[in-house]
């Protein structure tokens, strides 16, 4: 029987803003604490989670890892539906290795991209290299592909581009120095890598640097986060942000921290008024670390900078920006005493001021998914404390609301929480031309139009193209998904191109048309029907076939048709499909 991993535990801090409630089975939380739709494990035994992300249909898709039955690790996706309850699930594992997930993303086709690693041996020795692997709506593989080369690599995060290709990011580790730098990894539609790039360190010199995060911006450009050092000895690191084009050419990258200590970053998501906010952790040499929060304005220039934390060691995973317009925090904090881990939820206001946190024993929290109206979902994995046979990990699934998303928030309060074509699908002649409406949807429910800072693609332009400001085009028949995005936040429409007149029947042809067969002979017919846009179509089997004079042919119309002649004479055979007929004369010597 399944053990529940989860105890809360709350902080001496007032958690009425926090977001997080008591594990299954257990009591409701306090009056002053916010409304848990449900939290609880999920997936296979000795499983982890550490992304999540939304689906077409109300599902949404976990990425992680669990043990096969090999012992070795294999990544891990598990779909679920809006109440927590698991769909499916499927692993993965390149060529035996241990393989383990990093993040998952919806693509423009409407399935999924995910990044993460995999072992392999290389001249008797254990090299991990990037994995990404490509799956259709229903995890079902698509392609794999291994990256890098001769050194350690690890993916964490992966971004789809216009062109259907793939940026991936991670950092790459030459022990032998030792240094470690940041990777950026260009591929085509099929995970062929077209360019390797490094930033932040030169791996043949002893620096120590890393990518974290992708996040697309409205401009084609992309914003990445990590870390930079000058040392992989030097604990003066620093959280780097950088902004790059489609080709890995760095249009800016800064550093942020107290240079007095070690600061990483590790997730970055846009913000209301057009800046960003980042976390990570932070550590001062001989002291146990922090969660890092950093404000950027849309300059890059920091707004504030804040840690959280208490005598143990703790990280923020990822952070996004709740309606009130504070923000929420998910990560880990493990004890400095005896080691064990809790998922730590950390609370601010706009300013980066705590307002509450909250832990849950034996789990970490790796992923935030915001929701519509204030809701959240967290993802994480259970760690049971301490280790042993009979308490298993698990992957865990929470929705969660935010502080004030309860009642109608004031204007100044009221953010949005996502984006929506105003049609989940457009069907169109060839040449037609329409408008595409997307709007944001606030937490309060209101949606408002965008008019600018929209991103559209069209996942076949051949069948239906869309212009900057949203003008969609009908190309030839057939259909393609659309995908919009905004500030980080997307949405998908399905557009259907019929031709009505180039599905009407203009005639019907027989092969052969003229029969000359002697007494006994038999011969079979083709009849193939004739399309306005010129295509063709083998409706033998769908035709009715009559003969006029019965004493001089037969015919079988058993597994298709066919005329046998009987005595000398001349007759003709009619075909006849839909509004269509041709005849076929039969003359029998």
Known sequence: ?????????????????????????????????????????????????????????????????????????????????????????????????????????????????????????????????????????????????????????????????????????????????????????????????????????????????????????????????????????????????????????????????????????????????????VTGQTAAAGRESNVYLLKLGADKEPEWQAEFGNNDHEKGNAVVQSPDGGYLIAGTRQSSADGHSEAYFVRTDDKGNLTGEQTLSEANAGALLPLNQGAYLAAGSTIPFPADSSKLGHAFLAMLKAPGSEGEPEPSQDQPQGIVFDRSDYTLQPGEKTPVVVSAVYGSGRRVQLAAGVRFYSNKPAAASIGTGGLLTAGASGSTFLTAEYQGMTANAEVKVENPEALRLVGLTAEPGRLALGPGEERALKLIARYADGSTRDVTSEADLYINDPRIGKLKLNGGKSVAAKEAGWTFLTAVYDDQSVVIELTVR
């Open 1 to 277: 029987m399944m053990r529940n991993p989860f105890l809360l535990k709350k902080s001496a801090a007032v958690l009425s803003s926090l977001l997080l409630a008591a594990s299954l089975g257990s009591s409701a939380a306090a009056a002053a604490a916010p409304e848990i739709a449900w939290n609880k494990p999920i997936g296979p035994d000795n499983s982890s989670a550490v992304s999540v992300t939304d689906a077409a249909y109300g599902e949404f898709v976990m990425a992680g890892s669990a043990k096969g039955t090999s012992g070795a690790e294999e990544l891990l996706l598990l779909g679920v539906d809006q109440e927590g309850r698991e769909k499916w699930a499927r692993t993965y594992s390149y060529d035996g290795g241990n393989t383990i997930g990093a993040k998952v993303h919806p693509t423009k086709d409407g399935g999924r991209i995910v990044v993460g690693s995999t072992t392999h041996t290389v001249h008797g020795k254990l090299q991990e290299d990037i994995y990404l692997l490509k799956t259709d709506a229903h995890g079902d593989k698509q392609w794999e592909s291994r990256l890098g080369g001769s050194v350690t690599e690890w993916g964490q995060d992966v971004a789809e581009l216009p062109d259907g290709g793939y940026l991936v990011a991670g950092l790459l580790v030459n022990g032998n120095i030792p240094a470690r730098a940041g990777v950026l990894i260009r591929t085509d539609a099929n995970g062929k890598e077209l360019w390797t790039k490094t930033y932040g360190s030169d791996l043949n010199r002893n620096g120590s640097s890393g990518l974290k995060s992708i996040l697309p911006l409205p401009d084609g450009t992309f914003l990445l986060c990590g870390q930079k050092g000058p040392s992989w000895f030097d604990l003066s690191s620093q959280a780097y942000v950088l902004n790059i084009d489609a080709n890995g050419q760095v249009k800016w990258e800064r550093t942020y921290g107290d240079k007095r200590k070690t600061t990483s970053a590790s997730d970055i998501r846009p913000t209301a008024d057009s800046g960003f906010i």
